[in-house]
């Protein structure tokens, strides 16, 4: 199983930017999907979170701006970021729960990382 992002870039503030991140392989099932960041010398940190049947949560600092969304035939969660901010400058992961068989356990994936500029 991979999963690949994409979609990163350098962006003026108030800017625009989606990233996308699709899951390929042997996948039987998919629960929840996440998008994640690391800015340098910071932890990484959960940014948004959507289920299987489309219920979504988000941290404080991007409601209002950041829009996860997910196309369940595509194995592929999206970032919508708008109104970007200098402070959303990270690298950002897509993290999901993947069961590869029938019989198998949900085991956590990660993709690659993408890095997100937001210049002042």
């Known amino acids: 199983v991979q999963l690949q992002a994409s979609g990163g870039g350098l962006v003026q503030a108030g800017g625009s930017l989606r990233l996308s991140c699709a899951a390929s392989?042997?996948?039987?099932?998919?629960?929840?999907m996440r998008w994640y960041r690391q800015a340098p010398g910071n932890q990484r940190e959960l940014v948004a979170r959507?289920?299987?049947?489309?219920?979504?949560y988000s941290v404080d600092s991007v409601k209002g701006r950041f829009t996860i969304s997910r196309d369940n035939a595509k194995n592929t969660v999206y970032l919508q970021m708008d109104s970007l901010k200098p402070e959303d400058t990270a690298v950002y992961y897509c993290?999901?729960?993947?069961?590869?068989?029938?019989?198998?356990?949900?085991?956590?994936?990660w993709g690659q990382g993408t890095l997100v500029t937001v210049s002042s």
């Open positions: 993290n999901a729960d993947i069961k590869r068989s029938r019989f198998a356990a949900f085991a956590g994936y």
């Open positions: 392989g042997s996948i039987f099932s998919i629960t929840t």
């Open positions: 959507i289920t299987s049947g489309g219920d979504t």
